[in-house]
């Protein structure tokens, strides 16, 4: 295997991608940290006074668990209604909302139709393979075009001020796989695709736009059979290192037939070849306990002199690995492995562990923070933290700080604090010291099939915690009409976006200083 160049990254390198205020993906950048480090006018000092700015329903009717994408923001986009700063959501049903951020009005919309039927399959129709819009877009300024998947697995450029069609729509992936969260780097266009949706094999897969009459598509497959997905939210994940990493799911691990389940991976960033990975040593077990990585995506972040990976899953352990070196010569060592922090019983699919993606930032110390959704309550084997907000029995983000172990001088998690119950946690997202997450009242239990889902919800409710104490400075409250399955937030000029499983989208933001109310 051919040795990338191994390169210091500062994480503030991360937000180079973004204009302004702009949330162009999901996670925010392309290493998927959740961290706006542009953010200026959110504080722990004025976040208390958050409230909704508006609520704004869509015509998108939700599928099973499945309603809307999370958000992603275009910061002083040329309308017909002039320069606006524009949310935009996708729905399962089919259709693109373009809206403006100040009044939630729809500025336009688009249809993105499907010109074939699903083909039979165990998972088809359900909310495994729904059968619509799964992946979050993505925004490129260079050209200012939305990108997004259509359910029959088209890619469509759509102008980010009228949602006009740049190119004609591209046959990218399978129709009706399951795409996960667009990413993007120069002209090449990222997703990941699981669970054998629409017949296709797990994997990463990549599309060159340059020349949108001869694209380039390529695909770095996992697995033989439907196994092995990358179904963590945060699609492909890109390092500043010139690789792009994904956790697997449950499956065959067998490297001479290309079978790598269980794993964590890395491809090259151009030719999605250079395959490197890191297999836990006890990776037969969680996938006998279906404990599998695949609920969640890496996270790339740089500290000191190394460029670095977390990884997790369902069991509840934090894996630190060098991301140019996936679990060193063997392929099984890693850099740290965390304590058992959650999920005590080891019970897959209740949303016990980790699930979604971890996110990452840097305080004025130059610390390197992460932080942790875990479901469930805290296990017994965890490491003491010396900050705590209370009980926790149904979720908490958990936060630790990089520090280097003196003796071997490798990275370990220092625990700092964790927060109060958050009933099944969504991804953090941190801007100026506040972290927002979504508590998402969703009943993750699957035992009883999808119509119990939809059984003892709650609608969901965002909490603003400090970034550095865990300590609440906001919550929503009632706010909300209803829960929400896999989401995720954004953050842009001093407001913060979310959605909900009634195709509903909200807008928090700062009161007014001389509001009576």
């Known amino acids: 295997m ?30 998927r940290s959740g961290w706006a480090a542009e953010e200026r006018t959110l504080s722990a000092a004025n976040v208390s006074t958050l409230q909704l700015k508006w609520k704004s329903k869509v015509k998108n009717e939700s599928y099973s668990l499945s309603a809307l994408t999370p958000p992603v923001v275009a910061a002083n986009v040329s309308t017909a209604m002039g320069v606006k700063n524009v949310v935009y959501v996708s729905g399962i049903g089919g259709t693109v909302f373009a809206l403006e951020t100040e009044s939630g009005e729809v500025v336009w919309s688009r249809n993105l139709p499907t010109h074939t039927m699903p083909k039979p399959g165990a998972f088809q129709g359900t909310f495994l393979c729904p059968n619509g819009i799964t992946a979050t877009p993505v925004i490129d300024r260079r050209t200012e075009t939305l990108y997004e998947l259509s359910a029959d697995g088209l890619l469509y450029g759509l102008d980010l001020g009228s949602g006009r069609p740049r190119f004609a729509p591209i046959q990218f992936v399978p129709p009706f796989s399951k795409m996960l969260s667009l990413n993007l780097s120069g002209n090449t266009i990222y997703t990941t695709l699981a669970q054998g949706c629409g017949g296709a094999f797990s994997g990463i897969y990549s599309i060159d736009v340059s020349d949108p009459h001869r694209p380039v598509i390529r695909d770095a497959v996992f697995s033989n059979t439907d196994t092995a997905g990358l179904w963590g939210r945060s699609g492909a994940v890109i390092g500043n290192n010139g690789r792009i990493y994904g956790n697997t799911a449950d499956g065959k691990f067998n490297t001479q037939s290309g079978d790598y389940s269980n794993t964590v991976i890395s491809v090259s960033l151009h030719e999605l070849d250079s395959i490197d990975y890191f297999l836990p040593p006890n990776w037969a077990y969680l996938d006998k306990k279906d ?3 695949g609920a969640t995506s890496p996270t790339y972040f740089g500290w000191k002199a190394r460029n670095l990976i977390a990884a997790a899953s369902k069991e509840a352990v934090i894996y630190l690995l060098d991301a140019d070196s996936l679990g060193d010569k063997d392929h099984q060592t890693a ?3 965390s304590p058992k922090l959650g999920n005590a019983s080891d019970i897959c699919c209740s949303g016990l562990g980790i699930w979604g ?11 390197t923070w992460l932080y942790v959704p875990m479901g469930g309550p805290i296990a017994s084997t965890a490491p003491p933290f010396p900050l705590t907000n209370g009980d926790a029995p149904h979720g908490s983000i958990m936060a630790f700080v990089v520090v280097e172990d003196p003796k071997t001088q490798k990275p370990v998690l220092d ?9 099944i946690p969504d991804p953090s997202i941190i801007a100026n010291g506040v972290l927002f997450a979504l508590a998402t009242g969703e009943n993750p239990v ?8 939809f059984k003892n919800t709650q609608p969901a409710v965002l909490r603003a915690l400090d970034a550095y104490t865990g300590k609440e400075l906001f919550n929503s409250g009632s706010t909300f009409s209803t829960w929400v399955h896999f989401s995720g937030l954004a953050i842009s000029n001093g407001q913060v976006f979310a959605v909900d499983h009634d195709s509903n989208v909200y807008c928090f933001g700062l009161k007014p200083a001389d509001s009576k109310k």
């Open 2 to 31: 051919s040795k990338l160049p191994r390169l210091t990254t500062v994480i503030l390198l991360a937000t180079a991608v973004a204009q302004g205020a702009d949330w162009p993906t999901f996670g925010h950048d392309p290493q």
């Open 335 to 337: 850099l740290y492995t």
């Open 291 to 293: 404990l599998d990585l």
């Open 415 to 423: 625990p700092q604090w964790i927060s109060g119950d958050f009933n």
């Open 357 to 367: 993606a971890m996110s990452t930032a840097r305080d004025a110390q130059g610390r």
């Open 446 to 453: 699957q035992r009883g099939g999808e119509a119990q889902r």
